[in-house]
């Protein structure tokens, strides 16, 4: 019978310090943000220990690579935390479809076209589809039609992305909101 190994894995450490630093030398900034030089990483460990604080590797890419001397937890912490602000600030952007067939009434467009500025009013991308079934394969011009005049009617809410798409027996045409 198996068992199973409910322990967490941790995240290993996202930064190297103090031992874990495999470098011969170092440019080292102190804790108040000043430079004190290239350094043997033994005496930039010795410094930071003397301070209390770890010697925490910033810019590993970097020749010689940056370190700079801070506790490390509090480092971390911040970092999260400003990983965390970053991702909350992200817009979210999220993409409407509407589907409509090319042999649509007047009014079921408008009803459409009334959904399409409520989403663009929420700040929503919207995806407009005709979708073109047997025959109608053939007018192609009534789709491409209903999709230009709907783009009129947005005009002053939303801006055309990309402008007219055809794949197969769809023709579609993006709207993304107006600042």
Request: positive net charge; contains cysteine.
């Amino acid at each position: 019978m198996a068992r199973f190994d409910n322990r967490r894995e941790y995240k290993k450490d996202l930064y190297r310090r103090n031992q874990n630093i495999r470098v011969p030398e170092v440019r080292v900034i102190n804790s108040d943000g000043s430079m004190v030089g290239i350094l043997p990483v033994a005496q930039a460990i010795a410094l930071a220990k003397e301070q209390e604080l770890d010697l925490v590797e910033i810019s590993p890419n970097a020749q010689p690579p940056v370190c700079k001397i801070l506790d490390y937890n509090r480092y971390v912490y911040e970092q999260g935390k400003k990983a965390a602000e970053a991702k909350k600030k992200q817009a979210k952007v999220t993409l409407k479809e509407l589907r409509i067939k090319s042999r649509i009434a007047a009014h079921d467009l408008d009803v459409k076209i009334r959904q399409i500025e409520e989403f663009l009013r929420k700040k929503d991308m919207v995806r407009f589809v005709v979708v073109f079934h047997g025959r109608e394969n053939q007018h192609k011009d009534i789709g491409i039609q209903i999709l230009n005049d709907t783009a009129k009617r947005l005009a002053e809410i939303a801006n055309v992305d990309g402008g007219l798409q055809q794949l197969g027996n769809r023709m579609s045409m993006t709207f993304v909101p107006k600042n």
